[in-house]
Structures are given as structure tokens and as C-alpha cells.
């Protein structure tokens, strides 16, 4: 079954140091790929998305996101994390020809002072 | 960017009543709307896609008689919690692409809590 992959229910960093968030995917033909945060109570905001083209993505605040075919992987990384990055990030694919969104589990990420 | 609001943000009922909660796209047309539920510290469960003009399609496992949903006008979707239960409580989203851009450009709504007492 395609499937996007969260590994880490939560990852902690320290203020200043380089962040990553891990997800793998299963998904057949070409993959569009996205990451989204989540603040407490609050809808989902884009971050980046990976279609075609250049392997890294840059996208909101500072993030960026690596496609790799071969690790079928796209791990969401910033070089130095911010405490107000604290939040709860989602992977996820759209299905070819729906549209639709499959989301990952999420991963908690906490961003210590 | 695009905005997608939805209202209520919070509602608390009583068991047996039912619950309307509505997603406007509010500055873009939308033919499609999604409609999902969080439970808490999980992943977002796609319900049911919004078609203008037509019915919903629901995803297995989610009741259509239980979920109502009406996609009224190219801006508004409407999701009907009927005869709710304390199991229904959630955080509902709804979601929307822009219409004649690429359908994976969607735009989230802030989310709507039920809590049903």
C-alpha cells in the first residue's frame, strides 16, 4: 500500500542547532510530497512541496527538504532551530489522480531553550 | 495567499443533536473541498471530498448518513455531525484547492473542535 512514514512520534533539539525531521515514502510513479506545521489548535499551514526538479526544496521559514529516490526519503531539515518552531509536523503525498492528501502520523518536534 | 476560514472554531453539544460546520474558501472559488478529522496527538483521517454540484464521496469506513456533507457554492462547504456522539469529538478540517490552479496547491481551514457532551 503507498504510504508516507513519520519514524519519530517526537524529536528534541536544542535553540540554535540543526534540525531534521524524518519521512520515508512507499508511493509508486512520480511522488508529490509535502510538509506541513501544525501549531496547537490551529489548521495546517504549507511549508514546501517537492513535484519535479531540483532534489532540494526550500520553503517557509527557514526549512528545507531533501527528495532522495534512492533512501525514499524527504526529511525536513533547518541548520538552526528556533524555540517558536516548536510544533507538530506533518508529511504527506497526494494520490495520483485524486488529489487527495495521505498524511503521515506526525512527529512532535520540541525546540529547547 | 489563499484563505479558508471555517466556522464555528469551537462548538460543545449534547449527545443526540446535531452539528453544522462550514468551510468557505474566501477568496477563490473552490468545485472541490476535503474534509478531514484529527483525533488528538494523531494524523489527519481524510473523511470525504466536497464536490460542487454533485455528492460527496465519502472514504471507507466513514458513515455518509452520519457525516453530511453539501457543497452549496463554488466558495462554501458544509459538514453535519448528526445525532452526535461523545465519540465524534474531534478537530475537524477542511481543506481546499484553488480553482484552475493545480489541484496540489490546497488551502487548510483553521480547524473546528467538537466536543460532544
Known sequence: ?????????????AEGNPLTVKCTYSVSGNPYLFWYVQYPNRG????????????????SYGFEA???????????????????DSALYFCAYITSGTYKYI????TRLKVLA | GAVVSQHPSRVICKSGTSVKIECRSLDFQATTMFWYRQFPKQSLMLMATSNEGSKATYEQ??????????????????LTVTSAHPEDSSFYICSAP????????????????????
Do not use: C, M, W
Open chain 1, 1 to 13: 500500500a503507498q504510504s508516507v512514514a513519520q519514524p519519530e512520534d517526537q524529536v528534541k533539539v
Open chain 1, 44 to 59: 495546517l499551514q504549507f511549508l514546501l512541496k517537492y513535484i519535479t526538479g531540483d532534489n532540494l526544496v526550500k520553503g
Open chain 1, 66 to 84: 531533501e527528495f532522495n529516490k534512492s533512501q525514499t526519503s524527504f526529511h525536513l531539515k533547518k541548520p538552526s532551530a528556533l524555540v517558536s
Open chain 1, 103 to 106: 498524511f503521515g502520523t506526525g
Open chain 2, 61 to 78: 469506513g466513514v458513515e455518509k448518513d452520519k457525516f453530511l456533507i453539501n457543497h452549496a457554492s463554488l466558495t462554501l462547504s458544509t
Open chain 2, 98 to 117: 484553488q480553482r484552475g490552479a493545480n489541484t496540489d496547491t490546497q488551502y487548510f481551514g483553521p480547524g473546528t473542535r467538537l466536543t460532544v457532551l
